[in-house]
């Protein structure tokens, strides 16, 4: 089992940044990979970025390279995601996720992100 709580979300005008933290617990270990997905309204869930405990490896979904960034610090057990440059269309409920390769098993309950125009 992993836990996951998600932190760090809000209102923020179109340019801004926010940086989101996910605090892992459990068999962290295990389920090597940690991503973020994100739920617009009426939309279904979408992949945004992962990374892994174990090295640099990093992907990202086309809409967010370059403006998003996902890090991690394996001593806090805790993942990041720095979004600068945030557009209204990047407004949705941001999910933090732990699995094994990229099956997403374990979720976090997700945190709101608003960006005004």
């Known amino acids: 089992q992993v836990q996951l709580v998600e932190s760090g979300g809000g209102l923020v005008q179109a340019g801004g940044s926010l940086r989101l933290s996910c605090a892992a617990s459990g068999r962290t270990l295990s389920n090597n990979y940690m991503g973020w997905f994100r739920q617009a309204p009426g939309k279904e869930r979408e992949f945004v970025a992962f990374t892994r405990w174990s090295d640099d490896i990093t992907s990202y979904a086309d809409s967010v390279k370059g403006r998003f960034t996902i890090s991690r610090d394996n001593a806090k057990n805790t993942v990041y995601l720095q979004m600068n440059s945030l557009k209204p269309e990047d407004t949705a409920v941001y999910y933090c996720?732990?699995?094994?390769?990229?099956?997403?098993?374990?979720w976090g309950q997700g945190t709101q992100v608003t960006v005004s125009s």
């Open positions: 996720a732990a699995g094994v390769g990229t099956t997403f098993k374990y």
